[in-house]
């Protein structure tokens, strides 16, 4: 989620199509198909900024379009400071500083804007821009992930009451719906009388309500978020806390800036949203607020469940049930299986006629790229199998396409299947040698069977290819050190942090250059300084912070500054106790101050847990 405001100046234009119905019946008319690309848990789509396609993050948590600062500097667009006192705000109300930058022309399918402004400098977002409110509000928005598609919609003579869920007509299938109550995501008593007159519409908050154990609470639609996830005031107000009976942790999720948010996942009685109804529900919940009173952001897992449109005409949402796993709880695939929904009322109403070719279902003509799109929904939520079958099928049609080639790869190594996996990525890098993704991606394979010349050639290759402040230069940085190229590790580590001061990920690039320099055994003081650093912007609770911990001992074990070096390991252990890494480092520093006994007992200890890690320690001169 990510929340932010400033005033666009944009010339529109767009290729709307009217539907030859009566002219009395609802009409809908698409206008736009944006193609998505799931990127993990991230829906993106192709934009076309000056003359150059990226891919954006489509975030409809965010109110304008954004890009970082080095997508920005790659464009060489001049930017100037935002309106004074505005900044972007995320999760765990962390805020960054934003610039504005005008765009002299934005392209995406069905829609060209003209002299339009963005806002730059949320280095955080990482490779992608976000694609906001102020494209999605354009018109109503159907999210489609399920089957790869965004699309934007006109509406004719449909009334307030009238469901527009169109795909729906004249079958079985449940709608449900809920109300949407536009709300400004921001405080505009200090914004000013005169700024507020020009806040348009669409740049209010989409806020509906849902109920969770029967407390109403307010909810986002947010396809930036990730995952979904409750507050933890919103839990407890519904009877859930972190103690609570089968509570277990959730891991770590990130919004704007640098603020690390600790979630948990909790059983619930019942969540329900419109007509829909899960009972016995595991939801993931954030130990964070979120901006504007919000209880529930509702994230890309659950778009992919359903079929989703978003009637900004009528301030309503529509939606039907996919099938599946509404909620993505995938780091703890242990914790039991997701539920799935029922309905306890369906739409009395019918809804109306489809436009021509509004939605893609009803279009006959195989195309590959629809294929491809669906293969990667399907493996955003994990059904590899499924995935792979229309990843081949996209193949069969586009052989040459080396997206494909990769998209495929990708699948076939989470599978298992590492062979196959080598062969696509060998052929969408002849196809497109200088790829920075599936460099990487072939990269990391060649670690994992051994090849590190290999590895080191793609790397090389990367490095080549990509932008100086490109976000893939940490991931760079961290193969090279597994490939044993400290040098290049650190040289990547160095452009990466420059360009990211604002980066969620600053701590792990603060931890990766302070470890890099502690295997060397160089800069020592200032491996110390980014340790340091990199722990007073972590919770203790965060699993990076042990690491961080273990890392800074061994920088003081080089230091010769025994004593705290204990301290730091000990530190680590308390909190992860069976750190193979931090016992062992401890055990030398006990016996370089001739604490036999416990010295010995921690090594002891570590070389039974991973009887090679007295042999990785030698390996940098590091020795008992």
């Given at each position: ?9 944009a ?38 900024l ?40 995320g ?12 765009i002299?022309?934005m ?11 963005v ?11 976000l694609?906001?409110q ?45 109300e ?27 806020v ?15 396809t930036g ?47 329900k ?37 978003v ?19 995938s780091t ?6 997701a ?86 990525f ?13 460099r ?62 604002e ?18 055994g ?23 912070y ?46 370089r101050l ?31």
């Open positions: 989620m990510r929340l932010g405001l400033l005033f666009m100046a010339g529109l234009s767009m290729g709307a199509t009217v539907t030859s119905a009566a002219p009395a019946k609802c009409q809908i008319a698409k206008f736009s198909e944006l193609p998505v690309s799931m990127i993990g848990s991230q829906p993106r789509t192709t934009v076309n000056n003359g150059v396609d990226l891919q954006l993050v489509i975030d409809s948590g965010n109110v304008y379009t954004a890009i970082p600062q080095s997508i920005a500097d790659q464009l060489k667009l001049k930017y100037s400071p935002s309106y004074t006192g505005w900044y972007t705000v999760i765990g109300n962390s805020r960054v500083d934003t610039q504005i930058a005008q002299k022309t392209s995406l399918p069905g829609i060209h804007l003209t002299d339009t402004d806002t730059v400098g949320m280095s955080e977002i990482g490779a992608a821009g694609l906001g102020d494209i999605l509000h354009l018109g109503d928005v159907e999210y489609d992930l399920a089957q790869g598609a965004v699309r934007l919609f006109r509406t004719h003579d449909c009334s307030p009451q009238q469901p527009l869920a169109y795909w729906a007509n004249g079958s079985s299938t449940a709608v449900s719906d809920f949407l109550h536009p709300e400004a995501p921001f405080n505009l008593s200090k914004i000013g009388s005169h700024f507020q007159q020009k806040i348009p519409d669409w740049a209010y908050s989409d509906g309500v849902a109920e969770l154990n029967g407390q109403r609470m307010r909810i986002l639609i947010d978020a990730g995952v979904s996830f409750v507050t933890a005031a919103a839990a407890e107000r519904a009877g859930v806390r972190r103690d609570s009976p089968g509570v277990t942790d959730g891991g770590y999720t990130h919004g704007v800036g640098r603020a690390g948010i600790a979630t948990f996942i909790a059983r619930f009685d019942s969540f949203i419109g007509q829909e109804e899960i009972h016995n529900a595991r939801l993931r919940v954030a130990v964070a607020d979120l901006p504007g009173s919000i209880d529930m952001l509702v994230g890309p897992d659950f778009l992919l469940s359903h079929r989703v449109y009637a900004n005409s009528q301030h309503r949402v529509y939606f039907t049930y996919n099938g599946g796993p509404v909620f993505d709880l703890h695939p242990d914790s039991g299986a539920a799935t929904a029922t309905f306890a009322a369906t739409s009395a109403a019918t809804p109306p006629a489809a436009a021509a070719a509004a939605g893609r279902d009803s279009d006959t003509t195989e195309d590959a790229g629809d294929h491809a799109r669906l293969g990667e929904a399907l493996a955003a939520r994990n059904q590899l199998d499924q995935a792979l079958t229309e990843l081949n099928r996209a193949c069969e049609l586009a052989p040459d396409n080396a997206e494909y080639l990769y998209q495929r790869g990708v699948v076939l190594r989470a599978q298992g299947q590492a062979d196959k996996s080598l062969a696509d060998n052929k969408s890098i002849e196809l497109v040698p200088n790829d920075v993704r599936v990487l991606a072939r990269a990391e394979l060649r670690l994992e069977t051994h090849d590190k010349m290999g590895a080191i050639e793609d790397l090389n290759a990367a490095d080549a290819a990509a932008a100086p402040q490109a976000n893939e230069r940490l991931q760079m940085a961290v193969y090279y050190e597994h490939a044993d190229r400290l040098d290049a590790a650190l040289g990547q580590t160095n452009r990466w942090i420059d360009s990211h001061r980066d969620a990920t600053l701590p792990r690039a603060l931890e990766m250059r302070c470890w890099i320099q502690a295997l060397q160089t800069d020592l003081p200032s491996a110390l300084h980014d340790c340091n650093q990199a722990m007073g912007l972590l919770d203790k609770a965060n699993p990076l042990a690491k961080v911990a273990s890392v800074r001992g061994l920088v003081l074990l080089r230091m010769a500054n025994y004593d705290q070096s204990i301290a730091s390991y000990s530190l680590s252990l308390k909190l992860q106790p069976k750190d193979v890494m931090s016992l062992y480092g401890r055990g030398i520093d006990e016996l001739h604490k036999d006994d416990v010295g010995n007992a921690d090594i002891a200890q570590a070389t039974t847990l991973s009887p090679g890690v007295d042999k990785e320690f030698a390996r940098h001169d590091i020795r008992p």
